[in-house]
């Protein structure tokens, strides 16, 4: 039995989905920060044109949220093991030797790629959100060593509720739609039959995503986490680093210069706000709770 967090993951190997993202990046930094002993971290990067694998990790790591792990502990990308993929592609558009890697050595799994866009297309979100999760699970049922798959999803996948419990709700449409949906490319008011009251198809495909994994997990040992919005870092790895300016990060920083001085809304709705490092601690905590 473990005596701490970081004792959980020490001499073990994780595989990280969606770490160039705001949440992602926060999530590899911290590992890499407080679980040093970690063996290898494996981390899902599309290939982009007119850079190579490794000059995508290279300017990820130069980015200040990683300026204490360059600071303190030089030798940290040493850890770092790029895997050129994409969750939106078949069998997340691994290469064979790299898939045999993942499969040989990786104990964790953290899948928080996504796309958040409320207005994306239905059958992009789909299959991104739902296809993609599918994918990662697939691979994860082969992972001779796998401890648990943790999947990041969101507190607003059933807003249909008042009362949401720690659950997974039955899936609003068969599962097997899925692949249906996303050949058809339903448009907008096709999406809105489909949708029903659910307030857009990103709240939708992230309920389907979550039931899928109830449905299809089989032996692998799930955890689902839900945060609600996201948003700047209260303490680390700086205070107040935030990477973009969307959703309620863009209506904080207007309203504290001055520039938005009155919104219309209700005074009886919460906005739900929640520092990224407490999502981030969560996330490597709730990994451990069942081998701590």
Same mark, same amino acid.
């Given at each position: ?30 590992? &890499? ?12 990067? =599309? ?18 949220? *990683?300026?204490? $792990? ?5 030798? *940290? ?14 069998? &997340? ?6 898939? @045999? ?79 249906? $949906? ?37 032996? @692998?040992?799930?955890?689902?986490? =839900? ?6 870092? &209260? ?15 863009? $209506? ?32 490597? @905590? ?7």
């Amino acid at each position: 039995m473990c005596q701490s967090v970081a004792e959980c993951y020490a001499g073990k190997s994780i595989f990280i989905t969606g770490c160039t993202g705001f949440l992602g990046k926060v999530l590899l930094e911290k590992i &890499l920060y407080s679980c040093s002993d970690v063996k290898k971290v494996y981390i899902l990067l =599309r290939g982009k044109r007119g850079l190579t694998i490794q000059e995508r990790v290279k300017t990820l790591l130069e980015l200040p949220v *990683f300026s204490r $792990l360059n600071r303190e502990k030089a030798k *940290f990308c040493d850890k770092i093991e790029p895997i050129v993929g994409d969750v939106s592609q078949d069998g &997340l558009g691994i290469s064979p030797e790299d898939r @045999v890697t993942l499969i040989n050595e990786v104990s964790y799994v953290f899948h928080s790629a996504a796309s958040i866009k409320f207005t994306e297309p239905l059958h992009d979100l789909l299959n991104v959100n739902v296809k993609g999760t599918e994918r990662v699970l697939s691979l994860c049922k082969c992972m001779k060593k796998l401890e648990v798959l943790v999947h990041v999803s969101t507190a607003y996948s059933n807003t249909h509720k008042i009362f949401i419990e720690e659950k997974v709700y039955p899936s609003p449409i068969p599962l097997s739609m899925i692949d249906h $949906l996303i050949k058809e490319q339903p448009d907008e008011e096709r999406t809105k039959i489909i949708i029903k009251d659910e307030p857009n198809a990103y709240t939708f495909s992230k309920k389907l995503g979550e039931a899928l994994l109830a449905e299809k997990h089989g032996h @692998v040992p799930v955890i689902i986490i =839900r945060p609600s919005i996201v948003t700047a870092s &209260l303490s680390e790895p700086l205070p107040g680093w935030i990477d973009n300016w969307n959703g309620a990060t863009g $209506l904080i920083g207007s309203i504290s210069k001055g520039i938005l001085r009155v919104i219309p809304g209700n005074e009886g709705n919460v906005l739900d706000l929640i520092p990224v490092d407490y999502v981030v601690n969560l996330i490597i @905590v709730a990994a451990t709770k069942k081998i701590l």
